[in-house]
């Protein structure tokens, strides 16, 4: 047997290719940006044709940087968006670009919804709020808006089975947590409803096989090892959404274990045995691919996104100062970001680039309040960072609402990766925080799901103990809990003015 697992990343703005070891150590990796489209309010489309090659390109450079033989490859894995409505006929084909899963157009269709199901029942059977994230809104948006192309489509694939049919799988395969975010799925019995289905009049025989996590599906073709220096026969297994890859890669396997990801989409995810419902109906219940059972979730749509939107419509100065001495602009606004006292003098920022996922309000905006003339730009940096993370305490505290008990979180993304930042979480949550000996954890998720299927590893539960690490630890500093939860309530407040007071 080989040495080697590959986890591929296909993200919303960009992919990653990671090599690892069998013990979970990352030994090459690279990275590739590509754009979305906004070509109306709420849009949000990409392309596969800038996609596939990224990932192709990706994956052969890490391979490159990794100086290892390719040939002790032993599988791969992908880990990949969800809500993506992706079209296909029947050679393959997409029919049009993807709708991204941050588009909000399907909140048209919601009364069309609402006049075939109450909101109460689509949650109790597919465990999703109703919003128009999820692909059943953009399903319907699609045949109401264009036709000609509904009539041609054979599958409606996601985006886990549509690349792994690029690096040539055989067949549709997707697993539980991406047929989950589809909003047609029976989330008790792991599988496509058929209740919903039919009473949207959708066929199921055009929706992707479920498979089980790290299933084989396929094996590389002599050409796709041309474009991804890949060795030909390399296993392809079914990876999952990329959420689902995060807190795997993060080792919540088992029934309690917590996982927050601040990426570019933020979520708090506890594992459960049980698929509880949310009594106030505001928190996701999804399939753990692997274990089969549950985690209890609800997302901010933006989350890291917003820092990044601030890197590039504000940070040119540090972007452009850091490429001279090789370095990361992150790093540069960090530095700033330490140096102004917590609270942001009073700054509130809304984080809301693309709606407010937890109180499904598509319509919200992102906001500054409480500038003044005295404002520097790290104040306002510092309130993007905090604004991100008093999202992420609102979604603790509808998890706690519940009846959900959070005594610790294991932390990823790229919130996990500046200790400044990781600190302040435990801070505003008031929680342990710790932090992974890599935060690569979506591609760790996919390679370990390929290597259970490959047989690497005896099981899901085994594959964590071998290969997931935590490194590090940050304990919350009390004297800021006041401070803090103030800050947090000013959010909450800010929204919920807006909100009232008719702004959206």
């Known amino acids: 047997m080989g040495k080697y697992l590959v986890g591929i990343d296909e ?6 290719t990671c090599i690892f070891d069998l013990e ?26 800038e996609i596939t090659p990224a990932l192709f390109d990706s994956c052969k450079a890490a391979i490159a940087n990794s100086k290892i033989d390719p040939n002790e490859i032993i599988a791969v894995g992908l880990s990949t968006q969800g809500s993506v409505t992706g079209p296909v006929d029947k050679d393959g084909k ?14 048209s269709e919601m009364e069309e919804i609402l006049s075939k199901i109450s909101k109460e029942e689509l949650y109790k059977i597919t465990g999703h709020p109703l919003g128009a994230i999820f692909s059943i809104s953009k399903n319907i948006w699609f045949r109401n808006h264009q036709p000609d192309l509904y009539e041609k489509t054979a599958m409606f694939t996601t985006n886990q089975d549509y690349f792994l049919r690029q690096f040539g799988a055989e067949g549709y395969y997707t697993d539980i947590s991406s047929s989950s975010r589809e909003g047609f799925m029976d989330v008790d019995k792991h599988e496509w409803s058929k209740e919903v289905l039919e009473l949207f009049d959708f066929d199921i025989k055009k929706r992707p096989t479920i498979a089980e996590g790290g299933q084989p599906v396929g094996k590389v073709t002599k050409s796709v090892s041309e474009k991804t220096g890949l060795p030909v026969g390399t296993l392809l297994c079914v990876g999952a959404h990329d959420q689902n890859c995060s807190t795997f ?3 919540a396997v088992r029934d309690g274990d917590v996982a927050m990801v601040v990426g570019t989409f933020g979520s708090c995810f506890v594992v459960s045995d049980k698929a509880i419902r949310d009594p106030y109906g505001a928190l996701v219940v999804k399939g753990n691919v692997g274990p089969k059972n549950y985690t209890i979730e609800a997302f901010a749509n933006t989350a890291a996104s917003s820092y990044r939107w601030y890197r590039d419509t504000f940070g040119g100065v540090e972007t452009a100062y850091a490429k001279l001495i090789k370095d990361d602009p992150y790093n540069l606004i960090n530095k700033q970001i330490e140096l102004t006292p917590p609270g942001a003098n009073g700054i509130t920022y809304l984080p809301y680039l693309q709606g407010n996922g937890l109180r499904g309000n598509s ?12 404002t520097t ?21 509808a998890q706690k609402k519940a009846g959900i008990k959070i005594d610790g979180i294991r932390l990823t993304g790229g919130g996990s990766k500046a200790p400044l930042w990781a600190q302040m979480q435990a801070d505003i949550y008031q929680k342990p925080i710790y932090t992974l000996q890599t935060s690569e954890t979506g591609t760790l998720g996919a390679a370990l ?21 935590i490194a590090g630890e940050y304990i919350p ?7 803090y939860t103030d800050g947090y309530k000013r959010f909450v407040n800010v929204y919920e003015a807006l909100a009232k007071g008719g702004v959206y």
């Open 11 to 16: 993200g919303t703005t960009g992919c990653k």
């Open 377 to 397: 730009k790290a104040e306002i940096a510092r309130s993007i960072m905090e604004g991100i993370s008093y999202e992420m305490r609102d979604i603790l505290e």
């Open 477 to 483: 500093n009390t004297k800021l809990a006041d401070a």
């Open 24 to 49: 979970g150590k990352v030994i090459g990796t690279d990275y590739r940006e590509y754009p979305c489209y906004y070509d109306k309010s709420g849009w949000v489309e990409q392309k596969a044709d």
């Open 449 to 469: 799901y390929a290597g259970v299927g490959a047989g690497v590893y005896k099981s899901y539960e085994e594959a964590t103990d071998i290969a997931v690490h």
């Open 94 to 107: 997409l029919l049009r670009d993807f709708i991204g899963w941050q588009d909000l157009r399907g909140e």
């Open 363 to 374: 319509k919200a905006k992102g906001a500054f309040v409480g500038m003044s003339l005295g």
């Open 249 to 251: 890669g993060a080792g």
